[in-house]
Nanobody, 121 residues
Framework: QVQLVESGGGLVQAGGSLRLSCVAS????????MGWYRQAPGKQRELVAT???????NYADSVKGRLTISRDNIKKTIYLQMSSLKPEDTAVYYC???????????????WGQGTQVTVSS
């Protein structure tokens, strides 16, 4: 059984900062790319940022220069440092990971339950 658990969401004023964390646990043999996605009310889920095992990153244009993804492979954890937040960043933020599970002996994509980020104007 594999789990991804996010934390760190909350309410912040525009221009403020938050740091999200996502920890993977369970029957994990290896983890490939991990990432953050978000879904605002009435909108489709969209990519925010991804990071490979080697640290290569990819960002949505709307967050470049303001949000930074990082990773600790030993802790099986990724982070999203969010700065200069805008009201349009308000969404539920989800963690996603491509994991090679010991039990299934195969790669599968897993999602966390999400954490709410609300930016007030």
């Amino acid at each position: 059984q594999v789990q991804l658990v996010e934390s760190g969401g909350g309410l912040v004023q525009a221009g403020g900062s938050l740091r999200l964390s996502c920890v993977a646990s369970g029957s994990i043999f290896n983890i490939a790319t991990m990432g953050w996605y978000r879904q605002a009310p009435g909108k489709q889920r969209e990519l925010v940022a991804t990071i490979t095992t080697g640290g290569d990153t990819n960002y949505a244009d709307s967050v470049k220069g303001r949000l930074t993804i990082s990773r600790d492979n030993i802790k099986k954890t990724i982070y999203l440092q969010m700065s200069s937040l805008k009201p349009e960043d308000t969404a539920v933020y989800y963690c996603k990971a491509r994991i090679f599970e010991r039990v299934n002996i195969d790669w599968s994509d897993y999602w966390g339950q999400g954490t709410q980020v609300t930016v007030s104007s």
